[in-house]
């Protein structure tokens, strides 16, 4: 079966890092984009040689599971020196079109799921598919108590991507915890960002603060390869089952 394409028109841009964008776009075609929270969108584009290229990019706008579709469309852009997809974002004015199809992916809850708690991994711009899932998680949270620790990697406060929603999500629900985890620098003593949940170090070295539950919990892994495999490893060593480790691996692309 032929691939779905639609057209997306830029509405909205705003750096979140220094090398990161999140770029709000609504289909041009008047019709709404069905998705299930943790799936991604392609963006077709070609090359300066006229060579077809394409980029994935997963989709960073929440919304509840029995809410109506609509044609929102929201992705954080890592900005690569010297990248095709980034001299296409960067140029690309308010009001402008992109060709993209999908929703594509299966780094999703699931309605069987019937977990204690979720453990969200992520680094980097793969911490989107977490932003998304927070309508799905209060409600989980509201029906059957799950609970639910996000823990974000970054190297730097800087370079945290929504660090604040996360933490008012968490101020919010006390279900939910929040584990900001910077790895070269941390927050300046009496910053908005300095907390006592805030770590020091690679995610995958405070798992095991967590301590991980064969039994009760389902783990997810989402962005740089070398964590995703780091974190997958630490997890099967203290008994939690494949089945119950989700990954899904972003890897910069120019």
């Avoid at 706008?61 to 997809?85: C, K, T």
């Avoid at 029906?143 to 823990?151: C, I, M, P, Q, Y």
């Amino acid at each position: 079966m032929a691939i779905a394409h639609f057209p997306l028109k830029l509405v909205a841009r705003r750096m979140i890092a220094p090398t990161v964008a999140h770029l709000s776009f609504e289909r041009d075609d008047g019709q709404p984009l069905p998705c299930i929270p943790g799936q991604f969108i392609q963006i077709h584009f070609q090359y300066a040689d006229g060579t077809p290229a394409r980029r994935s990019y997963s989709i960073a706008v929440g919304r509840a599971l029995d809410a109506a579709p609509d044609a929102r469309v929201e992705i954080a852009v890592s900005y690569v020196p010297g990248g095709a997809a980034t001299a296409l974002f960067e140029a690309l004015p308010i009001g402008a079109t992109l060709d993209a199809s999908g929703p594509f992916g299966r780094f999703c809850l699931l309605p069987q799921d019937a977990n204690r708690r979720y453990l969200l991994i992520g680094t980097g711009t793969g911490i989107t598919p977490y932003r998304a899932m927070l309508p799905q998680l209060e409600r989980l949270m509201a029906e059957r108590g799950v609970e639910v620790v996000l823990l974000q990697g970054a190297r730097t406060p800087a370079e945290l991507l929504y660090g604040d929603e996360f933490r008012a999500f968490a101020e919010a629900h006390p279900g939910f915890r929040y584990l900001p985890c910077f790895s070269r620098e941390l927050p300046a003593d009496g910053s908005p960002q300095a907390h006592p949940d805030v770590r020091h170090g690679y995610v995958q070295n405070v798992l095991p603060e967590l301590a991980p539950d064969p039994a009760g919990d389902i783990a997810y892994l989402c962005g740089n390869p070398d964590m995703v495999d780091a974190s997958f490893e630490a997890l099967k060593t203290v008994g939690l089952p494949v089945p119950m480790i989700r990954r899904e691996k972003y890897v910069s692309n120019k």
